[in-house]
């Protein structure tokens, strides 16, 4: 989290009188927040809906909360998927916030559709450097098959155009 957010208390903020190495939990029914500092005058807020005790990894010598080694240890993942998307996206700039949102459910859909593709077919163009480039290809083809063919039949635009 960010540390100016005025709903995180002071004393889970960064300060000089802070001890290295130091934790506080903050719990609510259904979320853990949790202030770590990894060195004197630092301090990682976290917060977690997913992790419920003040449980410290035993593998770390600067006895780190769970949650600080499960975050350390998931967050490769949302930094490949978004290296993935920036390769092939269909995001463009945009004001408004819902369409912002719809890029980002189309790139991800098209690539744990193209994961799923290729799972189950792995010999598909398997040589091929531009696989997934293929793949997205044959997708916008496929996805506006039926709606081009439904605008050439229609009657109310001119086919001699």
Known sequence: MRKNRKEIPSAF????????FSSYFGHKPDFTLVSYAPKKGKAVVL???????????EESPEEKPEIVT?????????????QLNGNYSVR???????????????DISALNS???????NPDWHAKSLIRRRKYLHELSRNLMESHLRRRFTSASIPSDV
């Open 13 to 20: 903020l960064p300060s000089k009188s802070r001890a290295a």
């Open 47 to 57: 917060l977690s809906s997913r992790h419920f005790s003040q449980e410290a990894d």
């Open 70 to 82: 499960h975050y350390n240890r998931t967050k490769a993942e949302v930094d490949i998927l978004d």
């Open 92 to 106: 463009r700039k945009t004001c408004r916030w819902p369409m912002a949102l719809f890029y980002d459910i189309v």
């Open 114 to 120: 193209y994961v799923v593709w290729t799972e189950l």
